[in-house]
């Protein structure tokens, strides 16, 4: 059965107020409905007995006054109670949204999107439906279920004793088939949430399934997933199929042995005519509590397999947080940028990918990294602003650790263009605005211009407010490189990290973009990397990157004449060039 934590008891206790009102109306309209079969006993006995037109109208009266009153307080119960389970989903999407936000890179790397997604859809509902209708049927159940069990005992104690017989019968159907429900709910959980994280890679990677012309492999897998999740779905329905059927079979018995003995005893005159009404309508009031209590206990069932699973993703801790102290500087930072005797293993890692790695990049000055793919270059470019945590006393800004400074503040600092950047699917315009507190087409402008991204925003069908799709999907992938380029020149931070950003562009294009970057990375911290000689030649320092280590340094002219991996790589490309204009 649900245990629930403090999380969710402190989500609740923020509307105590309005869950007590909740449940007050609960009992009030069921004491109140539960007062119609005494009215009923006393009306059958006066027919009985005979009765005047007038006090039959005053039962009419009373019985229409009961209706009113108790369906008031059943509008004001569900205002109440349904309200709050909405408002604590609300708190808990959002918790579990900033928490989210919080975990480190490593972790989504580890975990598929497709799963988290259902945790923060489909078992947040389940949730929300064992602390609204699930806490609302409970105190309904137990309040009629006492109520009319008192009412009954009052009439007759014998009929009462053998009616609720098949009762310890129903406690064990509960025990026995909600375990089982429980079970079957988290694997359906767990069988939906593969199935989102299949959609969800599909529809991310839908460029290469086609071109792979992999469309009918993929929906053998898909059948084979939706399979296994309807069966686990009819393995449930089989379950409650026998719940329900059995609690209502023992209500069947239970009201067969009350007509039986309850028909004796008003033969015998052990009980009235009245009374016998009476003790059959809070036997039929009990019919619902009995099914319902089934119903019931299945939400608190789901909600609890799915609370575990909510809770398992909330628990996960946040890897990369300011430390209690943290240093928040008043000023943005100068922009000096320093790496000491950096050897960095990547966490569950089993190599070092740098190894004593020292550098400095004095404020407004560029320093290009360069070497081959796999070198560790784009691992330095993701530590200064701690998406994977660096040793400590590693990485400095303005003379401070990085594990020192604020995390906000650190990354306020920090501009950074990945390789393969990532589009929202809104506008352009937004999308270059993405972090700056307010859209200022001029300056969204700017830094199109600076990007050489105006010209291909002019051809768009409603250029700046053009939509771009989900992750930029119409968009070719210069273009998005471009995009991100002007979103990094906007946001005008101290430092500038550019990650081979120019990549998927031209070497023309590239000519004209870096001739008006030179421009923005005179007044920053730039740190570049890129396989293109011609994109870093004019840098201040460059350094060249092999198996994780700086095996040499110094300006292109420098290294040109040193005769050793940068002078061949620039070789290669110069003949690269050569062939291709041939």
Known sequence: MFAPNGRLI???????????????CVVISNLIALAQPQVLRYAVDDLYKGVTAEKLGRYALGLLGIGIVAGLFKYWMRRAVIAISREVEYDLRNDLFAHLQRLPAAYFQRERTGEIMSRATNDLAAVRMMLGPGIMYLVNTVVVALVSIGFMLAISPRVTLFALLPLPLVSLCVWYFGERIEVRFEAIQERFARIAARVQENLAGVRVVRAYAREASELSDFRTLNLDYLAQNLALIRTSGFFYPALAFLSGAAALLALYLGGRAVIGAQITLGQFVAFTVYLGMLNWPMVALGWVINIFQRGSASYRRITELVSEPPAITSRPGAVRPARAARGDLEFRDLTYRYPGGSRDVLSRVSFHVPAGATVALVGRTGSGKSTVLALPARVFDPPPQTVFVDGHDVRDLDLAWLRHQIASVPQDPFLFSTTVAANIAYGVPAEDAAAIERAAAVAHLTGDV??????????????????????????????????????????DCLSSVDTQTEEAILAELRGEMRRRTTVIVSHRVSTVRDADLILVFEHGAIVERGR????????????ALNRAQQLEEEIASA
Not at 11 to 16: D, K, N, Q, T
Not at 471 to 476: A, K, L, N, P, V
Not at 556 to 567: D, I, M, S
């Open 10 to 24: 402190r989500s609740l206790a923020r509307y105590r107020g309005g869950l007590t009102w909740g449940i007050a």
């Open 458 to 499: 002019a051809g768009f069908p409603a250029g700046f407010a053009t939509r771009i799709g989900e992750r930029g999907i119409t968009m070719s992938g210069g273009q998005r490189q471009r995009t991100a380029i002007a979103r990094a020149v906007l946001h005008d931070a101290p430092i500038l990290l550019l990650d």
């Open 556 to 567: 292109h002219a420098e290294l040109l004449a040193l005769g050793g991996h940068y002078a």
